[in-house]
């Protein structure tokens, strides 16, 4: 089982859709968890960070947490072209040190 | 600015030859990363340093050597390149305690012919 899973896509949505975008992780007692937005031919960036169980919203992004299911996930609502873009979600381990890459979801707003 | 910041930006190479690739993080960081990027866009843990001590050395072969002189710098050598290590190479920084995000580098693709 790989330590952080995502579905690799393509996701394809209409623009003003919602996206859902899904990852789950193998250490159950990992305390950080975030996405990272990566256009092509560049470097990640954060998007969201999420610590606690429940909802966490910044602007049109929304992350999820569900620690008792090893499950997080981020809706982007109100989809935009912009949005299209490699979506990868990082776990930091309970050694802390540790952060591990999920393989990315390719996501793909069609106008 | 404040910034994690790597150069060269791109490295073309043969194979057999060594190169270097240097990091450095002024966002007061005590701990940074070097991650591989692969075609298929899989970002692989390669080493991390906290205050200049290795404490993540993953299966990566010997080829690679970290070096990191000090907190806000880590530099990666590899000798004897090989077509396999063509990749992106990003460097990244944060902080060990709490729950601190990466802070990523521009990368350096390196090409092997």
Sequence with gaps: ?111 | DTAVSQTPKYLVTQMGNDKSIKCEQNLGHDTMYWYKQDSKKFLKIMFSYNNKELIINETVPNRFSPKSPDKAHLNLHINSLELGDSAVYFCASTRATGNSPLHFGNGTRLTVT
């Design chain 1, 1 to 111: 089982q790989k330590e952080v899973e995502q579905n690799s896509g393509p996701l394809s949505v209409p623009e003003g859709a919602i996206a859902s975008l899904n990852c789950t992780y193998s250490d159950r007692v990992s305390q950080s968890f975030f996405w990272y937005r990566q256009y092509s031919g560049k470097s990640p960036e954060l998007i969201m960070s999420i610590y606690s169980n429940g909802d966490k919203e910044d602007g049109r992004f929304t992350a999820q947490l569900n620690k008792a299911s090893q499950y997080v996930s981020l809706l982007i609502r109100d989809s935009q072209p912009s949005d299209s873009a490699t979506y990868l979600c990082a776990v930091r381990s309970s050694s802390a040190s540790k952060i591990i890459f999920g393989s990315g979801t390719r996501l793909s707003i069609r106008p």
